[in-house]
């Protein structure tokens, strides 16, 4: 005999406590008498009806383990599981289960509630593989995007369904859920260094990794690949300026498309090339100057213009070109994308004064100012400021001493 019952799911929550003959029957049996002698003296029709005296004892006691269980008194539903040979040790705990489980309303679930508490096992361990532990995790995170389950691991449209059901079957918690997905909307624009990147779109299975076992990076996930890009550059100010690019493109991507960055394809690019020109909806893109901890931060304060869309794609170019030189993705989707309106198209795709030798030599010595050359620390983080940002963005001398930071 089975000794526990699977967590109930949204249609078979049972309201209909057993009548008087069903538990004189039960508690009979649980004072020692057969099954046979407890149904034949308190539930003779049923078992005129065809159904043996064994079948039917063990369906009044599935009926109050999963009774008792909706309440959510696990501990008492274990009482009716007990093995049948043991079901006299059981006599008055279970007379007493029986006598509390009477009064006993059916709890309804809370959205900060445990998965455990409401979910089929198969989908908890699922879902806590994922990251997701809370029905308030789950409704944030998951049921808004049309497929939903495909972005967690071992769950399938099957368990998918049994959730889906399970929510439909509450509707004041699916109320409370849809108000903290607004919340939860409103605040999904954040700063770089606040970023926390779901799992379902954390980029650990992008559509374009490359092969981990040839990843030199020994990172597993967009995040932490991006700042081993930044870190590359000392500079604080060259690390603010790749730090906004990559910033605006990965919560775009999150964000706009629930794709992770390292899926991104050479659609989504000419897309967010559009998206820059006019960052909507306003409301969660743009906003005056704030300090980035503050929670009206947003990252533009206005639309960009031609040059700066081209910048800000010339930028993003080279990051992906690293990342596929250290095998972390295997395409560049931001590969010869042009912007119109621009003086200068992206120039990273264009050759450059220097060979691919030549630069690392001057990199090189750029890196060695300071100790080899003598120069003050401040003068060579400018110097190699100025050949990262000429090198990222290809512009002309002419166009380079020119430039604001309105400009970018």
């Not at 009716?80 to 059981?90: D, G, Q």
């Not at 089929?120 to 699922?126: D, H, I, S």
């Not at 607004?182 to 990794?209: I, K």
């Not at 870190?231 to 060259?238: D, G, K, Q, V, Y």
Request: aromatic share 8%; charged share 25%; with cysteine.
């Amino acid at each position: 005999m089975k000794t526990c019952l699977p967590n109930p799911s949204a249609d078979d929550m049972p309201n209909d406590f057993p009548d008087a003959d069903a538990l004189a029957a039960l508690r009979a049996w649980y004072e020692g008498a057969s099954s046979r002698d407890a149904a034949g003296r308190y539930l003779r029709d049923r078992l005129g009806q065809g159904e043996s005296a064994r079948g039917v004892i063990d369906q009044i006691r599935r009926q109050l383990a999963l009774y008792a269980r909706c309440r959510q008194r696990a501990d008492l539903a274990t009482l009716f599981e007990c093995p049948a040979h043991k079901r006299r040790h059981h006599a008055r705990a279970t007379a007493q289960a029986v006598e509390t489980l009477r009064t006993l309303p059916l709890q309804t679930p809370q959205i900060g509630d445990d998965i455990t508490r409401w979910l089929p096992e198969r989908a908890v361990r699922a879902l806590h593989a994922a990251g997701i532990r809370t029905l308030a995790d789950l409704t944030v995170r998951i049921p808004r995007r049309r497929q939903w389950w495909s972005a967690v691991p071992g769950l399938g449209p099957a368990l998918a369904k049994r959730i889906e059901a399970f929510f439909a079957a509450h509707p004041a918690l699916t109320e409370r859920a849809h108000a903290l997905i607004v919340a939860e909307r409103q605040s999904d624009v954040t700063p770089w260094e606040q970023l926390r990147l779901p799992h379902e779109v954390d980029g650990s299975a992008g559509a374009f990794r490359a092969p981990l076992s040839t990843c030199i990076l020994g990172v597993d996930n967009d995040y932490d690949a991006i700042q081993g890009w930044l870190a590359l550059h000392e500079s604080p100010a060259t690390q603010r300026a790749y730090r906004k690019e990559a910033e605006r493109l990965i919560l775009w991507a999150i964000v706009a498309l629930g794709k992770a960055l390292s899926s991104l394809t050479a659609r989504d690019a000419t897309d967010y090339r559009a998206f820059l020109r006019r960052p909507t909806p306003r409301e969660r893109w743009v906003g005056p100057p704030r300090p980035r901890t503050s929670p009206d931060w947003r990252p533009f304060v206005d639309n960009l213009s031609a040059r700066s869309i081209a910048h800000a794609l010339a930028v993003l170019s080279a990051m992906f070109r690293w990342l596929m030189e250290q095998r972390y993705v295997v395409a560049n989707p931001f590969a010869g994308i042009k912007v119109r309106g621009s003086k200068r198209a992206t120039a990273l795709e264009t050759a450059h004064a220097f060979t691919e030798g030549e630069w690392l030599l001057t990199r090189t010595i750029a890196n060695g100012l300071e100790w080899s050359y003598g120069w003050q620390a401040a003068a060579a983080q400018r110097a190699r400021f100025m050949l990262d940002f000429g090198y990222a963005t290809g512009l002309r001398i002419s166009e380079l001493t020119n430039a604001t930071l309105r400009n970018i």
